[in-house]
């Protein structure tokens, strides 16, 4: 079975800080990650994925994440934040069966201080 | 490309009626899933359809119904409704990639409220 774990249901920054939104996860097998954004009342978007090479990944919105596999973790960063990226993000695993389903941490809500 | 609807964008129920979500996507994807979200608790499967003609429970199934209509289309309908039920409800689908892994796309959701 595989799971995830974000700390910090929320995080508040100042405009210009760096983000930082932690990931953990478990599983058996080597994972697929993911990290995705929602915004109010809206669906999810995906920010960014890990699959296999390199560990550090970069996605949308200046956001990138490093897979490192010793600490099972797959934290998301952005080295200044602005005020469009309060919203709530999810970090996900994916497993290995045939309908690759995912399982989504509890989420963690960023805000952004002017 | 409407990507991934859904139908409708609110509901309101009372205990014991019966409705049907809608979902529809035109990405030509083979899997399509239903899923909740309730606050503090992320997103939890409820069905899920790896392709057409199957079906198969996820984490919360209880309550629930599923129909794989065809390619496109997977409905969820609820016989009895509950208050527990009263969640954001959110269809996704995805396809295979050579890489193996499985983005999937999400529509915009449905706000349900069982009183």
């Known amino acids: 079975a595989q799971s995830v774990t974000q700390l910090g249901s929320h995080v508040s920054v100042s405009e210009g800080a760096l983000v930082l939104l932690r990931c953990n996860y478990s599983?058996?097998?080597?994972?697929?990650l993911f990290w995705y954004v929602q915004y109010p009342n809206q669906g999810l978007q995906l920010l960014l994925k890990?699959?296999?090479?390199?560990?550090l990944v970069k996605g949308i919105n200046g956001f990138e994440a490093e897979f490192k596999k010793s600490e099972t973790s797959f934290h998301l960063t952005k080295p200044s934040a602005h005020m469009s990226d309060a919203a709530e993000y999810f970090c996900?695993?994916?497993?290995?069966?045939?309908?690759?389903?995912?399982?989504f941490g509890s989420g963690t809500q960023l805000t952004v201080l002017p | 490309n409407a990507g991934v609807t859904q139908t409708p964008k609110f509901q309101v129920l009372k205990t014991g009626q019966s409705m049907t979500l809608q979902c529809a996507q035109d990405?030509?994807?083979?899997?399509m899933y239903w899923y909740r979200q309730d606050p503090g608790m992320g997103l939890r499967l409820i069905y899920y359809?790896?392709?057409?003609?199957?079906?198969d429970k996820g984490e919360v199934p209880n309550g629930y119904n599923v129909s794989r209509l065809n390619k496109r289309e997977f409905s969820l309908r609820l016989e009895s409704a509950a208050p527990s039920q009263t969640s954001v409800y959110f269809c996704?689908?995805?396809?295979?990639?050579?890489?193996?892994?499985?983005?999937?796309?999400f529509g915009p959701g449905t706000r349900l409220t069982v009183l």
């Open positions: 890990y699959t296999t090479g390199a560990t």
């Open positions: 996704a689908s995805s396809s295979w990639t050579s890489g193996g892994y499985n983005e999937q796309f």
């Open positions: 359809s790896a392709s057409e003609g199957t079906t």
């Open positions: 599983s058996s097998v080597p994972p697929y």
């Open positions: 990405m030509n994807h083979n899997s």
């Open positions: 996900a695993v994916s497993d290995s069966g045939s309908a690759r389903q995912l399982t």
